[in-house]
Nanobody
Framework: VQLQASGGGLVQAGGSLRLSCAAS????????MGWYRQVPEKERELVAI???????NYGDFVKGRFTISRDNAKNMVLLQMNSLKPEDTAIYYC????????????????WGQGTQVTVSS
């Protein structure tokens, strides 16, 4: 089972980026999916999370700038980031709670490899 994140890059302040993360491997379904970010010497923090019934939650710093969504047919989670600020510079990681069986009794958290987002002032 693997999570592959993409879409990071360099953008000017006020610009936009869209991150995507695709799950692959032998899984039954995916429960919640989310994005986290981390800068050196700080703890990883929640950016956004989306549940299997599309409920969402965002970090306080998002303030309406980001939108998380998912494509269940493609086992993907997306993060649209608008009005980016230099303080959004970080490595962004996707995370997914994979359901391994039809009974739902075996679940594992998986992390993607991270994608760098750099916002210049």
């Amino acid at each position: 089972v693997q999570l592959q994140a993409s879409g990071g890059g360099l953008v000017q302040a006020g610009g936009s980026l869209r991150l995507s993360c695709a799950a692959s491997g032998s899984i039954f379904s995916i429960d919640h999916m989310g994005w986290y970010r981390q800068v050196p010497e700080k703890e990883r923090e929640l950016v956004a999370i989306i549940t299997s019934n599309d409920s969402t939650n965002y970090g306080d710093f998002v303030k309406g700038r980001f939108t998380i969504s998912r494509d269940n047919a493609k086992n993907m989670v997306l993060l649209q980031m608008n009005s980016l600020k230099p303080e959004d510079t970080a490595i962004y990681y996707c995370k997914a709670l994979m359901v391994m069986t039809s009974r739902g009794d075996i679940r594992y958290d998986y992390w993607g490899q991270g994608t760098q987002v750099t916002v210049s002032s």
